[in-house]
Each structure stands twice: as structure tokens, then as C-alpha cells.
């Protein structure tokens, strides 16, 4: 960057004790990562084919069935590649012959971008919205998958997860919402994520969890004969998580973390407990934004305002290029905006271990470097 930073030090009494603010990666709790190396010696370099690994993968399916409460017959599905992975691996595996997309920001556009140019597939129905809104799913005879993306990390956008009146699977991109957000189970069909946004681990994996409806999808598209790699095989994943397996080798530091932020989840309290304290942060950072003469939440609808991914815009007086970098030089890291929305913005990530302390110190700082540019 050639233009000049001014040299600002917040006053260590004002800065948080933990001044990782991303949207993802998120926040990894050092906790998580002393047990890591505790377990180390036993864990990291061993065979994901042998128990010790495989207990880990059983641990993270029977978790996360106790996290959201799964009714008798959803599976919890793993693969390598993350969330970017199971698009494609929905575009082979998942979609019949057509699905509809609600795109309203970086990530559900990316998902309708893929299915487009799938060869076997019938072209994707797109309904968008402006950015810093979200659309609603129009029920359609002809459409076989509902692709919703339960909160929009791009724009900070949350939309409901609920079935439209219609056939046809719900598939929600839940990659920063799961963990963060209630949800109902019976309203989904496939709900996937990866762990490195509200479950505070590393990336690399996807997860997803599916329905009987959805496992039943799968094993079709299996016996039709369709050509799929096998990398992107849903029928293969699934055969390889009933073992408790990943169909090649997954990262063992990634299983570790999310099987620990899973198990800490649980022990206070499950997914309750986490979207209420990720609605306690948003209440700390949304509330300063309104009170703000700087600051304002882009997001104009208060129901549709992301409880993890706050997205905060600034008047034009205040550079939010020049606030980053000067959070960043104080150890404030990755407020910037999403790189492709363009607008003189910061991003907040409230997930469950981001501390409410901490947000309201990193809202006392902002406020502090505001005074002073
Ligand atoms: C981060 C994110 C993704 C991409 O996840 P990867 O693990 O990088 O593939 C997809 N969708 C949403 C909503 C996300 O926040």
C-alpha cells in the first residue's frame, strides 16, 4: 500500500485481550490448540485409517447429530476441498436435472456460477437481490434443488432456512451459520459447511449434513449411471463416512479442532447457547454502529443483519482502508470488508469464541483511532 498510515497506538488498556476479528478463518481458540498439542505425540502424523483418527470423524458425526438435534435418519456426510468442493460435488451428486438460487452476494453467486456450467445439468434459475438484502425462494414444478445460503459472509445477510411450497431438496450453504444459528432440521434437506468460520477450526474439510430425502437423492443419482468423478462422488463420501472415513486423506489438525470446538459447544450448552451468545456480540457491535456518528450497518433491515458477520459502513471522512491497517498494525487483524463489495466498509466476525469483551474493547478502539485520523 503507497499511501502513508498514520502511526496510531491504542492504549494497551483499550485493546482486546484477543484481537482476531475475521470472517474465516475465524478465531481457533488457544485452548483447543494446547489440547492439540497435548494430543499430538498419539494424534498428528498417525493413519486416518486406524482408530484413533476414525474416533475423531465419530465424534464430530454423532456431535454435531446432538448439535442440531437430527431427527431419526440424517446422516452427517465428510469430504476434503470445503464448502467450495460440495458445490460441485452438489452439481454431480445432488441436482436431478435443475435447482433455483437465491444469489445475493459472493457465495451463493458462486454456487449458481458452478451449477451453470455444468454440461449435464438444465441452466440454473438465479433470483437475485441487491446487495445488503436477501431474495425469496419461488416454488417452481421444474426445479428439483432449492439453493439457499443461510447467512451471506460477503454482506453480512442472514435469510431464514425454511422449505418454499414445492418438490424439490433444500440445500443451504450454512458454511459461516452452522454452529451460529438456530436452525430446524426439518426444514432442510442438505445443510453443509466447513469448519474454519463458527466451529473456530482449520479449513479444508466439508461437512454436510443430509436428510433422508437427501440420502435417498444421492444413492439415485448414483444407480442412474451419471459420470462422476470420483472425488466429487456423494455416493462414495457417504460410503466413507458411515466408517467414519474421508474418501482420501483429510487434514488431522481439522478434525481435531472442530471435533474440540464441537464437544466445547455441547458442554455449554449446545447450539442454543452459541447463537445466543453470537446474538449478545451482534447486540454489542450493531448497537455501537447505530450510536456511532461514523458508523452505520450496511445492512438496512434489522431482521436480515448477519448475527456472526457484521458489515459496517463508514462515512466517507472515515477511510476504512486506512481504520484496517491501523487496527492490523495494533494487532486488530482482518476487519477488513469482503474484497469484492467495494464499499468504504469493516467486517466483524462475532462467532461463539469471539469473546463479547473483546468486541466491545474493539469497539472502544475503533472509536479511539476515529478520534485521531
Ligand atoms: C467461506 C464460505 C464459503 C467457502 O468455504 P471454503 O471452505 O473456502 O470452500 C462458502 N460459502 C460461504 C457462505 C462461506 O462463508
Same mark, same amino acid.
Given at each position: @500500500?503507497?499511501?502513508?498510515?498514520?502511526?496510531?497506538?491504542i492504549?494497551?488498556?483499550?485493546l482486546p485481550?484477543d484481537g482476531r476479528?475475521?470472517?474465516?478463518?475465524?478465531? /481457533?481458540?488457544?485452548?483447543?490448540?494446547?489440547?492439540?498439542?497435548?494430543?499430538?505425540?498419539?494424534?498428528?502424523?498417525?493413519?486416518?485409517?486406524?482408530?484413533? /483418527?476414525?474416533?475423531?470423524?465419530?465424534?464430530?458425526?454423532?456431535?454435531?447429530?446432538?448439535?442440531?438435534?437430527?431427527?431419526?435418519?440424517?446422516?452427517?456426510?465428510?469430504?476434503?476441498?470445503?464448502? +467450495?468442493?460440495?458445490?460441485?460435488?452438489?452439481?454431480?451428486?445432488?441436482?436431478?436435472?435443475?435447482?433455483?438460487?437465491?444469489?445475493?452476494?459472493?457465495?451463493?453467486?458462486?454456487?449458481?456460477?458452478?451449477?451453470?456450467?455444468?454440461?449435464?445439468?438444465?441452466?440454473?434459475?438465479?433470483?437475485?437481490?441487491?446487495?445488503?438484502?436477501?431474495?425469496?425462494?419461488?416454488?417452481?414444478?421444474?426445479?428439483?434443488?432449492?439453493?439457499?445460503?443461510?447467512?451471506?459472509?460477503?454482506?453480512?445477510?442472514? @435469510?431464514?432456512?425454511?422449505?418454499?411450497?414445492?418438490?424439490?431438496?433444500?440445500?443451504?450453504?450454512?458454511?459461516?451459520?452452522?454452529?451460529?444459528?438456530?436452525?430446524?432440521?426439518?426444514?432442510?434437506?442438505?445443510?453443509?459447511?466447513?469448519?474454519?468460520?463458527?466451529?473456530?477450526?482449520?479449513?479444508?474439510?466439508?461437512?454436510?449434513?443430509?436428510?433422508?430425502?437427501?440420502?435417498?437423492?444421492?444413492?439415485?443419482?448414483?444407480?442412474?449411471?451419471?459420470?462422476?468423478?470420483?472425488?466429487?462422488?456423494?455416493?462414495?463420501?457417504?460410503?466413507?463416512?458411515?466408517?467414519?472415513?474421508?474418501?482420501?486423506?483429510?487434514?488431522?489438525? +481439522?478434525?481435531?479442532?472442530?471435533?474440540?470446538?464441537?464437544?466445547? @459447544?455441547?458442554?455449554?450448552?449446545?447450539?442454543?447457547?452459541?447463537?445466543?451468545?453470537?446474538?449478545?456480540?451482534?447486540?454489542?457491535?450493531?448497537?455501537?454502529?447505530?450510536?456511532?456518528?461514523?458508523?452505520?450497518?450496511?445492512?438496512?433491515?434489522?431482521?436480515?443483519?448477519?448475527? /456472526?458477520?457484521?458489515?459496517?459502513?463508514?462515512?466517507?471522512?472515515?477511510?476504512?482502508?486506512?481504520?484496517?491497517?491501523?487496527l492490523r498494525a495494533n494487532g486488530i487483524v482482518?476487519?477488513?470488508?469482503?474484497?469484492?463489495?467495494?464499499?468504504?466498509?469493516?467486517?466483524?466476525?462475532?462467532?461463539?469464541?469471539?469473546?463479547?469483551?473483546?468486541?466491545?474493547?474493539?469497539?472502544?478502539?475503533?472509536?479511539?483511532?476515529?478520534?485521531?485520523?
Amino acid at each position: @500500500m503507497s499511501e502513508s498510515v498514520p502511526d496510531i497506538v491504542i492504549p494497551s488498556g483499550l485493546l482486546p485481550a484477543d484481537g482476531r476479528f475475521g470472517s474465516g478463518p475465524s478465531k /481457533v481458540r488457544p485452548e483447543a490448540v494446547s489440547r492439540l498439542v497435548d494430543a499430538a505425540p498419539g494424534y498428528l502424523g498417525t493413519s486416518h485409517r486406524q482408530r484413533g /483418527v476414525k474416533d475423531l470423524i465419530g465424534k464430530v458425526r454423532s456431535g454435531l447429530t446432538d448439535l442440531f438435534d437430527l431427527p431419526a435418519g440424517y446422516e452427517v456426510l465428510l469430504g476434503n476441498g470445503g464448502a +467450495t468442493a460440495l458445490w460441485d460435488a452438489a452439481a454431480f451428486g445432488l441436482i436431478e436435472r435443475k435447482s433455483q438460487h437465491l444469489s445475493f452476494g459472493e457465495f451463493s453467486e458462486k454456487f449458481a456460477r458452478a451449477v451453470a456450467s455444468a454440461p449435464h445439468l438444465a441452466a440454473p434459475q438465479v433470483i437475485a437481490s441487491e446487495l445488503g438484502t436477501h431474495p425469496s425462494p419461488r416454488p417452481a414444478g421444474d426445479v428439483d434443488v432449492y439453493a439457499l445460503t443461510h447467512n451471506e459472509t460477503s454482506t453480512g445477510v442472514t @435469510m431464514p432456512v425454511a422449505r418454499p411450497n414445492g418438490e424439490g431438496l433444500v440445500v443451504v450453504d450454512a458454511t459461516s451459520a452452522a454452529g451460529a444459528m438456530r436452525v430446524d432440521p426439518d426444514e432442510f434437506d442438505v445443510y453443509y459447511f466447513s469448519p474454519q468460520k463458527a466451529f473456530g477450526a482449520d479449513g479444508g474439510l466439508w461437512v454436510a449434513v443430509c436428510s433422508p430425502a437427501a440420502l435417498r437423492r444421492i444413492e439415485e443419482i448414483a444407480a442412474s449411471g451419471r459420470a462422476v468423478p470420483p472425488f466429487l462422488d456423494l455416493k462414495i463420501a457417504l460410503d466413507n463416512s458411515r466408517l467414519n472415513q474421508t474418501y482420501n486423506t483429510p487434514a488431522l489438525v +481439522t478434525v481435531f479442532l472442530l471435533a474440540s470446538q464441537i464437544e466445547w @459447544m455441547l458442554e455449554r450448552g449446545g447450539l442454543e447457547w452459541a447463537a445466543g451468545r453470537c446474538e449478545r456480540n451482534a447486540g454489542l457491535v450493531y448497537g455501537w454502529a447505530e450510536a456511532s456518528p461514523a458508523a452505520t450497518p450496511f445492512v438496512a433491515d434489522s431482521r436480515q443483519r448477519s448475527p /456472526v458477520t457484521a458489515t459496517i459502513d463508514l462515512v466517507a471522512s472515515v477511510d476504512g482502508k486506512v481504520l484496517s491497517t491501523v487496527l492490523r498494525a495494533n494487532g486488530i487483524v482482518d476487519t477488513e470488508p469482503y474484497r469484492k463489495l467495494g464499499r468504504n466498509q469493516i467486517r466483524v466476525g462475532m462467532w461463539p469464541a469471539v469473546e463479547p469483551e473483546d468486541l466491545e474493547a474493539l469497539t472502544r478502539s475503533i472509536d479511539y483511532v476515529i478520534e485521531r485520523l
